[in-house]
């Protein structure tokens, strides 16, 4: 990977029941460092243990590869904060030819997790830890609703 960059906008108007949602937009920069394409199933998870015993899923979920809109299919997988034995995925078809940055972006609503007025994103910075190799930077923004 070749870098990430991921603008959290903290939603001034939640639903009812909710202690707090964010919308999130990802854009991942993707680099194939062989020298054949690759074709794979890339995988996204949409759920993670919150440390409550609950796995909330993230919604609203659109992915984008190099521009175009791309269906999804949901799968099981591992929880990304290893305190459940699955959770639920999605994964969707993308190539990428040698040499190429292809970028992948992500788009979803997540909500937040803890007991008010203590809440937190844990989504956020766990998913990215089971990434083989390096990401060549990581940048976050985190825009509130209010000054």
Known sequence: MVSETVIL???ADTPENSLGQVKVSATFIMRNLGDV?????VRFPVG???GWGNTPEITEMSIS???KTVPTRAISGEDPNG?????PWIEFDASFPPGV???IQAS????AAGDLPFVWFTYIFSTGAGWKGTIGSAVLFVRFPYE
């Open 65 to 67: 590869v190099d521009g």
């Open 83 to 87: 305190m459940s034995d699955a959770v």
């Open 37 to 41: 394409a690759e074709q794979m199933a």
């Open 48 to 50: 993670a243990s919150e």
């Open 108 to 111: 979803y609503v997540l909500e």
């Open 9 to 11: 906008e903290v939603l």
């Open 101 to 103: 940055d292809v970028p």
